[in-house]
């Protein structure tokens, strides 16, 4: 039996499993899991699809989460939202501000589920997911045990967790808690938020702006399959910044808290004239450089074949290796891109 995964995957990239169960609630998706990892079989937990490239059909069982449940409690200075991990984020975003709780307006229209949103710790304009992460817990495989995690133990860096290290495919995320501060400080210093006014701005507005940035700026998925930003951002040192720098005036980038920058990887891609550059149906967009879509047919391989030619053009221009952000699978399981 071969079910297709184009209708899973935001890329709609035609490849197929073998076979693929949607759970609604948590005791199912740890007895589904439980038991297709006793039987060593191949499995792919999927959230919305956002964050995945498919190269070739998938032997083995899909388990797509679809499990609901949004609880709000709080104490004297902080809201805690414990989350069901196939709760839509940015429907979770709208949600906390028709509450009047604030934090999460800038990671607006972030694809994907909120389950997935730890595993890369997911962030835009400024604000990242371990800033409110209270706690994770997930479905250890390898023992069968629930277990919860509190936020050090994450291990949180720019789209890295301990999720996609040494727990990579041992952690089935079940359910997220997040904790935002009553006393809300908007995050207005990344780019074209700069024009608010920190002392008046609501949380409101910055949502908004961050929605009909994300809208203009990004292809709608529904329309050109895409999975959002195709690369990192890299992070170079001061010393590689500065030489940088000398050579091309008009490099964009943010300075980090550590003293490392994090360049603007769209710019490098724009700057070696990728914009619009495809290979078969896989293309660079005509607008936003840090996005690959899909003009109609592409496959997977043609989708690796474009992101390995921009990662060469932009390393024999720059000398700065740029990294995939989603995660490329193979017939049974995650690879590299070749």
């Known amino acids: 039996m071969s079910i297709s995964l184009a209708a899973f995957n935001t890329f709609a990239l035609q490849q197929n499993c073998t076979s693929l169960v949607e759970v609604t609630s948590k005791a199912e998706l740890i007895d589904i899991c439980n038991k297709l990892y006793k ?9 919305g699809g ?49 509450k009047q709780i604030d934090g999460l307006e800038n990671m607006a229209l972030i694809p994907g589920t909120v389950g997935a949103a730890p595993i890369q710790n997911i962030g835009a304009y400024g604000v990242e997911f371990n800033r409110f992460c209270y706690e994770i817990e997930f479905l250890q495989l390898d023992t069968g045990h629930l277990v919860r995690f509190n936020n050090q133990q994450c291990d949180f860096g720019y789209r890295e967790s301990i999720f996609k290290k040494q727990l990579n495919n041992v952690a089935v995320i079940t359910e997220v808690t997040l904790k935002l501060a009553k006393h ?34 990004l292809p709608d998925p529904k329309v050109l399959g895409n999975v959002g930003s195709f690369f990192k951002n890299p992070l170079v040192s001061t010393k590689a910044y500065n030489q940088l720098k000398l050579r091309f005036t008009d490099l964009v980038a943010y300075q980090q808290v550590d003293g490392q920058y994090k360049l603007a990887a769209g710019w490098l891609i724009d700057y070696v004239g990728l914009k619009g550059v495809n290979i078969g149906d896989a293309a660079v967009h005509q607008d936003q450089a840090l996005v690959l879509v899909n003009l109609g047919h592409a496959t997977g391989k043609q989708v690796c074949q474009l ?19 989603p995660r490329i699978m193979g017939s049974v399981g995650e690879i590299e891109i070749k």
């Open 307 to 325: 992101a390995k030619y921009v990662i060469q053009m932009v390393f024999d221009k720059f000398a700065v290796t740029l990294q995939p952000e």
């Open 39 to 47: 039987q060593q079989l191949p499995m792919l937990v999927l959230g």
């Open 50 to 98: 956002s964050n995945l490239v498919f190269t070739e059909d998938y032997d083995g069982t899909v388990v797509k989460v679809s499990t609901k449940g949004i609880q709000f409690t709080a104490d004297d200075d902080y809201q805690y939202i414990t989350i069901q991990a196939g709760e839509n984020w940015h429907n979770l975003v709208e949600s906390c501000l028709q």
């Open 184 to 217: 809300w400080v908007p995050v207005i210093d990344y780019g074209p938020l700069q024009h608010f006014e920190p002392s008046t701005v609501t949380a409101k507005q910055i949502f908004d702006c961050v929605c009909h940035i994300r809208q203009s700026k």
